[in-house]
C-alpha cells in the first residue's frame, strides 16, 4: 500500500509519543508515521508489529543541540519520506535539581522543549502541505493561575536561555519555574507561528495541548513520582491525570481530524478532556513576549543571515 503522507511526531519512542504514534499508525495505514528522539530502541519495530500496517520508522534526534536537529533533517531529507501533514512537537525534558545547559551554551530545559523544536520546524517547514498541522505540547505549569508550578516569567529569550546560577537556583523550586517557562515558551511560539503563518498566506492549522499529568519518562528525576501517578488513588489527590492512551486519543484528534483541520481552530490552546478549548496564561497573548521571543529565537538558531532571512519567509 502506498504512503501518500507523513506524520512526526517527536518524543515518539515513549511515553505520549509512542503512545499517539500507535494509534496513528493503526488508523492510517497509509500515513507515513517517522517517529524522532535520543532512544534508538525498537520502538518502530514494536509499533509495526501491533499496528500491523509496517508504516512507521525511527529517526534519530537529539533535540539538546542545533547540531542534532540539523543531524536529523539531513537524515530526513535522504530517505525522500511523503509530504509533512503534521508536526507534532511533543518531546520535552524536564530537569529541576540544578541549573543545566547544553553545548551551545542555553539553559538546557529551555533548548529542548522550545529552542530546537523552533529549528526543527523551520528546517522542515519547506516539507509541509498547505494545510498542514503543528501540534505544540505545552503544559498546565506555564500558568500562574493554575498553581502547578512557581510561576514563570517571560522577560526576554536572552533571560530565558542565560539563567542567573549558583546555590539558591539550584533548588526544585526553581527548577520547576525554569520548566514552567519553557513550557510558556511553547505557547507563545504557537501564537506567534499562528499570526506569522496568516500573515503569510498560508492555512497551515497551529494547535496547543495543554496534556494533564502522565506517568512517563518526564519524570525520570523521580522514578518514585512517576510510579506514584500511574497508580489509581493519585487522580484523588491530583487534578488532571490521564494516561498516555487518553491524551494521546486527544492528541491524535487535533493531528488529524477534520474538526481541527478549520483554520477557526488555529492559533488556540486545548485540554484533553473532549479536545475542548482552554484559557492559556494571560502573559501568553501578550505580543510583544511574543515577538521578542519569535526574533530571539530565529537569531539564534539560524546560521548565517541567508538562513535568518529564509526562517522569516514563511
Same mark, same amino acid.
Given at each position: 500500500m502506498p504512503l501518500t503522507s507523513s506524520i512526526l511526531i517527536t518524543g515518539g519512542t515513549s511515553g505520549l509519543g509512542y503512545s499517539t504514534a500507535l494509534s496513528l499508525a493503526k488508523s492510517l495505514p497509509t500515513?507515513?508515521? &517517522?517517529?524522532?528522539?535520543?532512544?534508538?530502541?525498537?520502538?518502530?519495530?514494536? &509499533? $509495526?508489529?501491533e499496528a500491523g500496517n509496517n508504516n512507521v520508522i525511527y529517526l534519530p534526534l537529539d533535540l539538546t543541540t542545533h547540531e542534532g536537529v540539523r543531524k536529523f533533517v539531513k537524515a530526513y531529507q535522504e530517505k525522500s519520506l511523503?509530504?509533512?501533514k503534521?508536526?507534532?512537537? $511533543?518531546?520535552? &525534558?524536564q530537569h529541576v535539581d540544578k541549573v543545566h545547559f547544553t553545548e551551545d551554551g542555553l539553559e538546557t530545559m529551555f533548548a529542548t522543549n522550545h529552542v530546537n523544536h523552533t529549528l526543527l520546524f523551520f528546517l522542515l517547514k519547506q516539507y509541509l502541505t498547505n494545510d498542514a498541522r503543528i501540534v505544540v505540547v505545552s503544559s498546565s505549569t506555564h500558568d500562574p493561575k493554575l498553581k502547578r508550578a512557581p510561576?514563570?516569567?517571560?522577560?526576554?529569550?536572552?533571560?530565558?536561555a542565560h539563567p542567573?546560577?549558583?546555590?539558591?537556583?539550584d533548588t526544585q523550586n526553581e527548577g520547576?519555574?525554569?520548566?514552567?517557562?519553557?513550557?510558556?515558551? $511553547? &505557547?507563545?511560539?504557537?501564537?506567534?507561528?499562528?499570526?506569522?503563518?496568516?500573515?503569510?498566506?498560508?492555512?497551515? *492549522?497551529?494547535?496547543?495541548?495543554?496534556?494533564?499529568?502522565m506517568?512517563?519518562?518526564?519524570?525520570?528525576w523521580s522514578s518514585w513520582f512517576s510510579w506514584a501517578l500511574s497508580l489509581s488513588i493519585a487522580k484523588w489527590f491530583i487534578s488532571g491525570i490521564y494516561t498516555t492512551e487518553e491524551v494521546a486519543e486527544t492528541l491524535g484528534k487535533?493531528?488529524?481530524?477534520?474538526?481541527?483541520?478549520?483554520?477557526?481552530?488555529?492559533?488556540?490552546?486545548?485540554?484533553? *478532556?473532549?479536545?475542548?478549548?482552554?484559557?492559556?496564561?494571560?502573559?501568553?497573548?501578550?505580543?510583544?513576549?511574543?515577538?521578542?521571543?519569535?526574533e530571539w529565537t530565529i537569531k539564534e538558531v539560524a546560521k548565517d543571515q541567508e538562513e535568518e532571512a529564509q526562517f522569516r519567509r514563511l
Open positions: 500515513t507515513q508515521i &517517522i517517529i524522532a528522539s535520543r532512544s534508538s530502541w525498537d520502538a518502530a519495530e514494536k &509499533i $509495526n508489529a511523503p509530504p509533512l503534521a508536526l507534532v512537537l $511533543n518531546a520535552a &525534558i510561576p514563570p516569567t517571560y522577560t526576554t529569550g536572552d533571560e530565558a542567573p546560577t549558583g546555590r539558591i537556583y520547576f519555574r525554569r520548566y514552567a517557562l519553557s513550557k510558556l515558551c $511553547n &505557547i507563545l511560539f504557537a501564537y506567534a507561528l499562528d499570526r506569522h503563518a496568516k500573515a503569510a498566506g498560508k492555512s497551515w *492549522v497551529i494547535l496547543a495541548l495543554d496534556p494533564g499529568v506517568a512517563t519518562n518526564l519524570y525520570r487535533m493531528t488529524v481530524s477534520p474538526e481541527f483541520g478549520e483554520q477557526a481552530k488555529s492559533g488556540r490552546y486545548y485540554e484533553v *478532556v473532549d479536545a475542548k478549548e482552554l484559557e492559556s496564561s494571560q502573559q501568553s497573548h501578550d505580543l510583544q513576549c511574543q515577538d521578542d521571543l519569535w
